[in-house]
C-alpha cells in the first residue's frame, strides 16, 4: 500500500523535507510541478515499461508492486486534475473521500498491462501539467477541501500531490 503521511497530519508534507524521497514541497514553487509531473510521468514510463516479471510482484503482503504503484499514480493524475478542474469552476468545493486500497483491487490494479498503464499514466501527467501551465497566478489561490474538511489552495494540492508521486517512484526503487 502507498506509504502516506497520518491523514490526521498530512501538512508536514507541505512543511518540510520527506525524510524517504527528499522531495521538499517547501521550497517547491506552485508554478515548477507541471515540469515535474511531466518528469515524473517519464521516469514511471521507465519503471514500468523495463519488462520482467517483476512489475506484478509484491515485495511483500503489504506493500504493492511497480504496476500497483503506476496504476496509483496515473489514477492520482486522472484525480487531481479532476480535483483541481473542481477548484477552477467552482467556490470552495468539498471532494469526496477517495479510498486508494479500494479503487486498487475494484480496478484489478495487479492484473493490467504495464505498457499499457504507462501510456495511461502519461496522458494523464500530460494533461494535468498543461492544466497547471495554464493558470493564472490568481487561481493558484483558489481553494477547496477534503473530505475531512481540510482546505487545500490550487497551490498547495499540487504541491501535495506531486510529493506523493515522486514519493512513489522511491517506493519502488528503494527495493
Not at 517483476?54 to 504493492?64: G, K, S, V, Y
Request: hydrophobic residues 40%; proline residues 6%.
Amino acid at each position: 500500500m502507498p506509504i502516506t503521511p497520518d491523514d490526521k497530519d498530512w501538512t508536514w508534507v507541505l512543511a518540510e523535507s520527506c525524510p524517504d524521497c527528499g522531495f521538499d514541497a517547501s521550497t517547491c514553487l506552485p508554478t515548477a510541478v507541471a515540469a515535474l509531473v511531466r518528469g515524473n510521468a517519464l521516469a514511471w514510463s521507465k519503471v514500468l515499461t523495463a519488462g520482467g516479471n517483476d512489475l506484478a510482484r509484491r515485495p511483500d503482503e503489504a506493500t504493492w508492486s511497480p504496476l500497483e504503484y503506476g496504476c496509483h499514480v496515473r489514477d492520482v493524475y486522472r484525480l487531481y486534475d479532476w480535483r483541481i478542474g473542481r477548484m477552477l469552476a467552482e467556490d470552495d468545493p468539498l471532494y469526496p473521500n477517495w479510498d486508494q486500497d479500494v479503487t486498487a483491487i475494484d480496478e484489478r490494479y495487479h492484473e493490467q498491462e504495464p505498457e499499457v498503464v504507462a501510456g495511461e499514466l502519461v496522458a494523464a501527467a500530460g494533461a494535468l501539467a498543461n492544466r497547471l501551465d495554464g493558470l493564472t497566478p490568481e487561481q493558484w489561490d483558489r481553494p477547496g477541501r477534503r473530505s475531512d474538511d481540510r482546505a487545500f489552495t490550487v497551490a498547495s494540492i499540487a504541491r501535495y500531490m506531486v510529493h506523493d508521486t515522486i514519493h512513489h517512484v522511491w517506493d519502488v526503487r528503494a527495493r
